[in-house]
């Protein structure tokens, strides 16, 4: 009976103990203020082009929850234009074709600084460094980890990965650049790369980035240089 007894209690342990490092593990439940839809157009080279995409509100901004897929991959004036849609470079050329417009439906196009500066809708912008620190600090980044560079803010990068809760949504679209007129991509599918607007300093070719990854709960924050090409987010300042 008393071994029984010394049993029941240990399992008893065993199980508060589980459930203890469940909790410690637990994602928060985070979910955006507000949400809405935004249509609209953007005026490249003496044309209108119709864009419409999802936001979500995180304090005094509303992003949007969906990558830029403007494809404006095929220019009549060039063939390295600074947008293209990301692919594995390895693949036959019929398959290639069939993931890129697969690709282009999950991840949008890569830009480069540039060109993601000229497609931007009246009443948004590429977000500053600050503004993607504020909503790091939405999903509970401790603020001693906000200026940190690399890969920080355990559980920030699966937060805003989420399409369901906190709806951002940030996908792992990879980079490019070009190597003379070819676009050459790279990271597809295991890392996804978002401009900022804020140099490193002033004048400076290197801009704040965010990167995340397919199998990491943190969010890196790294410097790169304006003429790769990353995916874009926009976002605009909430008019109460």
């Known amino acids: 009976m008393k071994r029984r007894f ?3 209690v240990i399992g008893l342990l065993t199980l508060s103990w589980a459930c203890s490092d ?6 928060p439940v985070i979910e955006p203020e507000a949400q809405g839809v935004f249509k609209g157009v953007v005026e490249y080279e003496d044309e209108e082009l119709e864009i419409e995409f999802p936001w979500v509100r995180y304090g005094n901004l509303e992003w949007m929850t969906t990558n830029l897929n403007i494809d404006i991959s095929v220019d009549r004036w060039s063939t390295s234009n600074g947008c293209e849609i990301s692919h594995d ?26 060109k993601a ?11 500053t460094d600050e503004d ?42 990879g980079m490019g650049e070009y190597d003379g007129d070819t676009f050459v991509p790279y990271f597809i599918y295991v890392y996804g790369f978002y401009w900022s607007a804020t140099p490193e300093k002033e004048g ?7 990167q995340i990854s397919y199998n990491s709960d943190q969010i890196a924050r790294t410097l790169i240089n304006k003429y790769k090409m990353l995916s874009v987010r926009y976002v605009r300042e909430v008019h109460k």
């Open 6 to 8: 010394i049993a029941i």
């Open 22 to 27: 469940d909790d410690d593990n637990q994602i």
């Open 89 to 114: 470079p390895d693949r036959n050329p019929i398959d290639m074709e069939i993931e890129k417009k697969q690709n282009y439906e999950t991840f949008g196009c890569l830009y480069t600084y540039e």
């Open 117 to 127: 500066s000229i497609l931007c809708p009246e009443g948004w912008r590429i977000p």
């Open 132 to 173: 993607w620190q504020a909503l790091e600090k939405a999903m509970g980044m401790p603020d001693a980890d906000l200026n940190a560079t690399d890969w920080r803010g355990n559980p920030v990068g699966t937060l805003l990965q989420q399409e369901k809760g906190t709806m951002i949504n940030l996908r792992t679209g």
């Open 204 to 210: 400076s070719n290197l801009h704040y980035c965010r």
